[in-house]
């Protein structure tokens, strides 16, 4: 008996690094799996059907059901392909994971509209164009069968777009994004029986050799970071093992698996009357003076 057995996922950007160990993880457990990958670079230029066929045929070759699809799923037209061939091929869907995405890291005074535009368009377009298919079919199946669809979506989502690092402006915005639409999505879709989640993966892989590469040499650092243990946290969201747990985020990588909560109010001031410039800045020290153990404290106050 498989976790998945008689379900149908579908994992974008499956060709490479983590979306393939979770396509991996999710065949080995008895789904059937639509391995999509547009096949790009590293910064999303070019394509190429050979990585999501490569997978297709390693996890056939292991027994399991797969079926590649190579759309560009930050398009309406591949969100809505991607979900069809799911249906049409495998009968259904009960597991969509958006993990699909690509890198192109400027300081913002050196940004081109390209860079950020390519960057917000594979995250974060890219991950509501399947999700709003993929919605629509599951709100029109509990309407038909009048019972909840019991599926799942995990979105992938970053450190960087929690933590806000320097030099990531278009990929942190995309990131923050896909979490705080991770909520919006669990709110909406919560009453057919879908379940929303996000990662925050830490992992080696094309997309970090470069920064994670030259540093983490021991093997056992190695290990924490190999991206089986991030398809290990997907694997925990899409099935029914999570029960009850939706609208979440989970940090996974290095040996540490986290949720992590967002913007909540830290302090405050309040005034009867109108607010002034001046009274709020006599409220300044209030307003920092929190000893809330959750605020890091280098995300108080930058500017100190
Ligand atoms: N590796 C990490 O430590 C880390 C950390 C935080 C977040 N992430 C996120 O995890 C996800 C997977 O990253 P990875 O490290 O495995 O990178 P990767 O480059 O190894 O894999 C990403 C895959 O997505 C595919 N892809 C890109 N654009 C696509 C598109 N428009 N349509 C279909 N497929 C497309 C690529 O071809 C590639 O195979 C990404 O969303 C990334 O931002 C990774």
Not at 250 to 261: A, D, E
Request: net charge negative; aromatic share 6%; hydrophobic share 45%.
């Amino acid at each position: 008996m498989g976790l998945f057995d008689n379900k149908v996922a579908i994992v974008t950007g499956a060709g490479r690094g983590i979306g393939r160990e979770e396509a991996l993880l999710l065949a080995r457990e008895g789904a059937a799996v639509v391995v999509n990958d547009l096949g790009g670079a590293r910064s999303g230029e070019g394509s190429d059907a050979g990585p999501a066929q490569e997978v297709v045929d390693e996890i056939a070759t292991a027994g399991g059901k797969a079926a590649a699809n190579t759309d560009d799923i930050s398009t309406w037209a591949g969100g809505e392909a991607v979900v069809n061939q799911a249906i049409e091929t495998f009968g259904g869907l009960d597991v969509l994971v958006n993990n699909a995405g690509i890198l192109r890291d400027k300081m913002s005074f050196n940004m081109t509209e390209d860079e950020w535009d390519s960057v917000i368009k594979v995250h974060l377009k890219g991950h509501f164009a399947p999700s709003r298919f993929a919605a629509a079919y599951w709100r029109q199946k509990s309407k038909d069968t009048g019972e909840s669809v019991n599926a799942k979506i995990v979105n992938t989502s970053s450190e960087s777009g929690l933590y806000a690092n320097a030099g990531q402006a278009n990929y942190a915005a995309a990131k923050a994004g896909i979490a705080s639409m991770t909520i919006v999505l669990a709110r909406e879709l919560g009453r057919f029986g879908v379940r929303v989640n996000a990662i925050a993966p830490v992992a080696l892989t094309r997309l970090t050799e470069d920064l994670m590469g030259g540093v983490v040499t021991d093997d056992a650092a190695k290990a924490s970071l190999d991206p089986v243990n991030v398809a290990a946290a997907v694997g925990w969201l899409s099935s029914d093992l999570s029960d009850g747990v939706s609208g979440q985020v989970v940090k996974i990588g290095g040996g540490v698996c986290q949720i992590v909560q967002g913007w909540h109010p830290i302090s405050e001031i309040t005034s009867d009357g109108p607010f002034t410039v001046e009274a709020i800045a006599a409220g300044k020290d209030a307003l920092f003076a929190t000893t809330d153990p959750g605020v890091p404290p280098f995300l108080l106050n930058l500017d100190s």
